[in-house]
């Protein structure tokens, strides 16, 4: 075998976290192309994340956002907790500025959008194993200019629980929280988020990477 198509005694430990499983396939096939990267495991669900990576003890994790049971951003943060040899690459669809945010304080090491090339992310991938934070650059522009999330953890908290159009007594009681507490909550996030009803709020929110 050629030394140039010979893989290195150790390679770089690949999670690939993706709901998609076209997307999942041609990204775990591309990687796998990489001489120095090898995808140990693959996972569909967010809520999956954490379990696969105790068992397969991954160098670096690369995780959608959107996933179904737990998103990306929520699997970081346990996985800072549980597994923190482990660097999180964030790898999503949705350039928004406050995904980026969330991110960063999920303890990710990187942040890239999925339009990318794949070289890019290979590359990334051996970045963020130096130490290196990786944010795509015009994303990291975006969240500059955009600040800091306004809404406090339970406007976030109270929004999510109102986007399958519950009631307020519905919130309330899924929150643990008063119904005159729900509505000064949904007043103030309406507020921040300049908008009319709490159906506009949520939709803002979720724009710009809030929720």
Same mark, same amino acid.
């Given at each position: #075998? %050629?030394?140039?198509?010979?893989?290195?005694?150790?390679?770089? !430990?690949?999670?690939?976290?993706?709901?998609?499983? #076209?997307?999942?396939?041609?990204?775990?096939?591309?990687? =796998?192309?990489?001489?120095?990267?090898?995808?140990?495991?693959?996972?569909?669900?967010?809520?999956?994340?954490?379990?696969?990576?105790?068992?397969? !003890? %991954?160098?670096?994790?690369?995780?959608?956002?959107?996933? %179904? /049971? #737990?998103? /990306?951003?929520?699997?970081?943060?346990?996985?800072?907790?549980? &597994?923190?040899?482990?660097?999180?690459?964030?790898? +999503? +669809? $949705?350039?928004?500025?406050?995904?980026?945010?969330?991110? #960063?304080?999920?303890?990710?090491? =990187? $942040?890239? &959008?999925?339009?990318?090339?794949?070289?890019?992310?290979?590359?990334?991938? !051996? !970045?963020?194993?130096? /130490?290196?934070?990786?944010?795509?650059?015009?994303?990291?522009?975006?969240?500059?200019?955009?600040?800091? @999330?306004?809404? +406090?953890?339970?406007?976030?908290?109270?929004?999510?629980?109102?986007?399958?159009?519950?009631?307020?007594?519905?919130?309330?009681?899924?929150?643990?929280?008063?119904?005159? +507490?729900?509505? @000064?909550?949904?007043?103030?996030?309406? =507020?921040?988020? /300049?908008?009319?009803?709490?159906?506009?709020?949520?939709?803002?929110?979720?724009?710009?990477?809030?929720?």
């Amino acid at each position: #075998m %050629p030394q140039e198509h010979r893989r290195p005694a150790r390679c770089t !430990r690949v999670l690939l976290a993706e709901d998609q499983g #076209m997307m999942r396939g041609a990204l775990a096939l591309l990687l =796998g192309m990489e001489a120095d990267l090898e995808v140990v495991a693959q996972v569909s669900a967010g809520d999956a994340i954490v379990d696969a990576a105790l068992i397969h !003890r %991954p160098d670096v994790a690369l995780l959608d956002i959107e996933l %179904p /049971g #737990m998103s /990306g951003l929520d699997a970081a943060a346990e996985l800072r907790e549980q &597994v923190p040899d482990c660097r999180v690459l964030i790898l +999503t +669809t $949705f350039g928004r500025p406050g995904y980026l945010r969330r991110a #960063m304080d999920a303890g990710a090491a =990187g $942040f890239l &959008v999925k339009d990318g090339p794949v070289e890019e992310l290979a590359q990334a991938i !051996r !970045r963020v194993l130096t /130490g290196e934070t990786v944010v795509d650059p015009v994303l990291a522009a975006a969240a500059l200019s955009a600040g800091p @999330n306004p809404l +406090t953890a339970r406007e976030c908290d109270v929004l999510k629980a109102s986007v399958d159009g519950a009631t307020v007594a519905d919130i309330a009681a899924r929150l643990h929280l008063s119904e005159s +507490t729900v509505r @000064n909550y949904l007043s103030s996030a309406i =507020g921040k988020t /300049g908008t009319r009803n709490r159906t506009e709020a949520v939709r803002e929110a979720r724009q710009q990477g809030w929720l």
